[in-house]
């Protein structure tokens, strides 16, 4: 597995290339997700257009990623999921857990649209 990083406006866009399989790439993506919080970066849109096969490691690499962002105030969002990608979300009832947007614009764009959390909106 290869990633891109880049980041657009208020997210950062991970495209993920290849098979993703877990192991150590799961390790280097987690690494990298930690160090975008601690940037304060908790937007994230992961682009699985050039995925190409995933495994169960794989699925529990996006699980982990999700639970880092949420836990950092922040989400972790799909976009342009492929056909047999989409099937084993299904199948695994995943596609209720994740956020999924055909594009990575819309993906973006949705950080902006939804309304302030409790925590945001909370007095000090």
Known sequence: M?????????????????????????????????????????????????????????????????TTMRNAGGDLRLARVADRIQSLLVITKLITVFKEFDTVDEAVESFDTEPPSEMETEEP
């Open 2 to 66: 290869n990633y891109s990083v880049d980041e657009r406006y208020n997210a950062v866009v991970i495209t993920l290339k290849g098979n993703i399989m877990g192991g150590p790439d799961g390790q280097q993506l987690h690494d990298q997700l930690r160090e975008l919080v601690d940037e304060g970066k908790t937007h994230v849109v992961v682009d699985l257009s050039k995925t190409k096969f995933m495994n169960s490691s794989g699925l529990g690499m996006l699980i982990s990623g999700l």
